[in-house]
């Protein structure tokens, strides 16, 4: 079956540590996307992927990277600089930038800071 | 750029009885509407979509009107059941524009209660 994965479910994160959030997806889609989301908040933008390497800032990038080498992949990195890390991480797909259909959503990342 | 808002936050319904929940959007050239559901711990999955070509689209129990003038479009639920609890998310792009960017409503928490 088609679909995204993202990896892992749950993730802790010390101070000042670096991690990195995993996003497969087999749908052969050309656009890719991170959102965070924080209660109240809805789904905020924090990067998104147009095609293979390249990829623009979203409404809150500071504090996080992303690379795009492959088109199945769109791993997303939240370093130390980001101060408020804590928040569940959506990866989403769709099929190219200009058509309007909706995405296709993974089932998320639940980071903590301890 | 495009803001929706969306209202209610949260909403409770009694099983059986009707729910609607109401998104405005700010650019008018908007025109793809999806409506996404979000359970516990899971991604958003899109339940339904309109088009600004379209005043109305009925799937079962699930229905979405569009009121271009007013730039406001509604998701209505009817004969709902405690399966339909969650998290609902509208959201607004510009399809065929230069991206396929969602811009995201800050959610309503639906609970039926039984």
């Known amino acids: 079956d088609g679909g995204i994965t993202q990896s892992p479910k749950y993730l802790f994160r010390k101070e000042g540590q670096n991690v990195t959030l995993s996003c497969e997806q087999n749908l052969n889609h050309d656009a890719m996307y991170w959102y965070r989301q924080d209660p109240g908040q809805g789904l905020r933008l924090i990067y998104y992927?147009?095609?293979?390497?390249?990829?623009q800032k979203g409404d809150i990038a500071e504090g996080y990277s992303v690379s795009r080498e492959k088109k199945e992949s769109f791993p997303l990195t939240v370093t130390s600089a980001q101060k408020n890390p804590t928040a569940f991480y959506l990866c989403?797909?769709?099929?190219?930038?200009?058509?309007?259909?909706?995405?296709?959503f993974g089932s998320g990342t639940r980071l903590t800071v301890v | 750029g495009e803001n929706v808002e969306q209202h209610p936050s949260t909403l409770s319904v009694q099983e059986g009885d009707s729910a609607v929940i109401k998104c405005t959007y700010s650019d008018s050239a908007s025109n793809y509407f999806p409506w996404y559901k979000q359970e516990l711990g899971k991604g958003p999955q899109l339940i339904i979509d309109i088009r600004s070509n379209v005043g109305e689209k009925k799937d079962q129990r699930i229905a979405v009107t569009l009121n271009k003038t007013a730039k406001h479009f509604s998701l209505h639920i009817t004969e709902t059941q405690p399966e339909d609890s969650a998290v609902y998310f509208c959201a607004a792009s510009i399809d065929g524009g230069a991206t396929n960017k969602l811009i995201f409503g800050t959610g309503t928490l639906l609970a039926v209660q039984p």
């Open positions: 989403a797909s769709s099929m190219t930038v200009t058509l309007g259909y909706g995405y296709t």
């Open positions: 992927s147009q095609i293979v390497n390249d990829f």
